[in-house]
């Protein structure tokens, strides 16, 4: 039997036994592609990574498991602080408010698009190993209101700096997104957890 038909079966058996019980749907991705778009205006200090900034993102994610179809986007607006650290290094924490829109979609029934929005921060570290290779680590989270869904996340890869405003992010990202309190649905689904991991491209640019 198709994967995804089993698992759908499973869901449609545990609400009938469970009669009106909701039911939270745990899924996991491991070949998921990220891919995105980061703008970074500098405030303050002589430096890219020593200073204050301003940073727009949007970022999105579509694709599916055994029994969910799932595409979410992301736009945030935040402010961050960095530091130097050595001669090549630096560390820095941002925070925001940020908008994500959900489509989550089981079969045979397709759950509400969950928009939300509310704040999310990152803390983020590099090193510039040459002027054109900078390895580099981000992890944060977020919380979207009105139904207090969260979302942690972690990537690690690499920046090439191509030129002076522009760099291509390559590497691995791992996030958590959780759902709930959806309306009705013909599954009695109530919370969705959902972990993804795969591969992220983004395309930064900096002022």
Known sequence: ??????????????LLLGACETVSLDESDHDALFVGTRVE???????????????AEWR?????????DYSLETLA???????AVGERGWIGAVGGLAWRGATLDTTPDELEDLDGVGPYF????GWF??????????AGGAMYFPDLDDELSIEAGARLHAHEHASLFVGWRYARYEFSDFDANALGIDTVELDTSGLVVMLQLGF
């Open 41 to 55: 205006k500098r405030l303050t200090g002589t430096s890219a990574h020593d200073g204050t900034h301003l940073e």
């Open 77 to 83: 607006l935040g402010f961050g602080v960095d530091r």
């Open 60 to 68: 999105s994610v579509d694709d599916e498991t055994d029994a969910l």
């Open 129 to 138: 190993a040459t002027p054109w290779f900078e390895p580099c680590v981000r």
């Open 1 to 14: 039997m198709n994967p995804r038909c089993s698992s759908c079966a499973a869901l449609a058996a545990t």
């Open 122 to 125: 990152a803390l983020q570290g």
